[in-house]
Each structure stands twice: as C-alpha cells, then as structure tokens.
C-alpha cells in the first residue's frame, strides 16, 4: 500500500530531551514536506526537501532540523523541545516539486512537550 | 505573495442537505488549488485539484468545487451531505513559479446533524 509511515504516533516529553519524529514513503517521491498543525493556524510548512541532500526552511524553521540522506526517509529532529513545539506534526510527500499533483500525508504525530 | 481564506471556522447541516465550503485566495495568476478532507485522529486525504481547464472539478467522495477566477474562489461543493462527511476541510494554494510555495487555510469544520 502506498502511504506515508510517521512514527511515534504520539509523544509527551520534557523540555531540552533532544527527539526524532521519523517519516517514511514507499512511493518514491521526489518532495517530502513538514508541517504542524494548530488550532485556528490551519498548517505551516517547517521544512521541506525538492530530493536527497537538497533541503530548505518552509515558514516556521525555528527549532527544528531535517536530513534528507535517503530519498524514502525525512526525519524531523528538535534538539531541545519547548513547550511552544506542542502540536500536531504531519509529514507529506508528492511525486516531485512543485508539489501540482497534491500532497499525500502521514497520520501525524502529536507532540506534547511540557 | 499568496494567500488562502477560509471565511467559515465551523458549519453545520443536516444529513441529506446540500453543502458548499468557501476558499478565497490570493495570487498574481491562476495557482494550483486544492482541497483536503482530515477526519478525526487522521492526515490529510485530497479531494480534488484544479489546474486549469474545465472549472468545474470533480474529487472523490461524491464532493466538487467550482474554480471562479472572477471572485478568485474554489468553493467546494456536495448535492447531499452524509454522516460520514463530517470532518475538517482545507483548502490549498499552490504557487505555479518562484519558490513554488504551497500554503493551507486555516480549516472549515463540518458537523452534520443526523
């Protein structure tokens, strides 16, 4: 099946505990993208990678880190998490960039960081 | 720079009524439009896309939206609501040059009243 894995599902931690959310796609994308998702916000983009070794800052990079060293893995890495780092997190993968064919997305991690 | 309006934050109907969701956006020319449906503890799933042509698309699910350069609107559409649609709607801007930047509402939550 064609999908997007993201793993933990969920996840509570305390403030400064360096953590990795992993992202996996077996579709052979091109384009991964992360986003977090609050309330009333809707979703904004973290980073995203156009293919391997090549990544760039979205609108919200701040705290955040990403690697693109296989095309099928973009793992996110918060070094020391905040509590202002509580949220949804969905990583999204398209065949290539720009994504025009639309997004397909993972079932979000929700990070509580206390 | 581009930008997507969701006026709604929430709406409700009757099961078996018809619904339309609006999405106003912003761009210098026709973008990629989207809409996604997230339902409870779930990702992202794509409805339909336009990019051109035809302005009347159809997605999945029994559900279209109505590209209208005039009013720079994608409103999303369905003759006759279901129990199951209920859920939260985004719709989606995705530039056609630059930096190819893709950004999201901020959501419309549908309740359907049995």
């Known amino acids: 099946e064609a999908q997007v894995t993201q793993n933990p599902r969920y996840l509570i931690t305390v403030t400064g505990k360096k953590l990795t959310v992993t992202c996996s796609q077996n579709?052979?994308?091109?384009?991964m993208s992360w986003y977090r998702q609050d309330p009333g916000l809707g979703l904004r983009q973290i980073y995203y990678?156009?293919?391997?070794?090549?990544?760039d800052k979205g609108d919200v990079p701040e705290g955040y880190k990403v690697s693109r060293k296989e095309k099928r893995n973009f793992p996110l890495i918060l070094e020391s998490p905040s509590p202002n780092q509580t949220s949804l997190y969905f990583c999204?993968?398209?065949?290539?960039?720009?994504?025009?064919?639309?997004?397909?997305f993972g079932s979000g991690t929700r990070l509580t960081v206390v | 720079a581009q930008s997507v309006t969701q006026p709604d934050i929430h709406i409700t109907v009757s099961e078996g009524a018809s619904l339309e969701l609006r999405c106003n956006y912003s761009?210098?020319?026709?973008?990629?439009l989207f809409w996604y449906v997230q339902s409870p503890g779930q990702g992202l799933q794509l409805l339909l896309k336009?990019?051109?042509?035809?302005?009347l698309v159809q997605g999945i699910k029994g559900f279209e939206a109505e590209f209208k350069r005039s009013q720079s609107s994608f409103n999303l559409r369905k003759p006759s609501v279901h129990w199951s649609d209920a859920a939260e709607y985004f719709c989606?801007?995705?530039?056609?040059?630059?930096?190819?930047?893709?950004?999201f509402g901020t959501g419309t939550r549908l309740k359907v009243l049995a």
């Open positions: 999204a993968s398209s065949l290539r960039a720009p994504p025009a064919l639309g997004y397909t």
């Open positions: 579709m052979n994308h091109e384009y």
């Open positions: 990678s156009m293919n391997v070794e090549v990544t």
């Open positions: 761009y210098g020319a026709t973008p990629y």
């Open positions: 336009y990019f051109s042509g035809d302005t």
């Open positions: 989606a801007v995705g530039a056609t040059s630059g930096t190819y930047k893709y950004i």
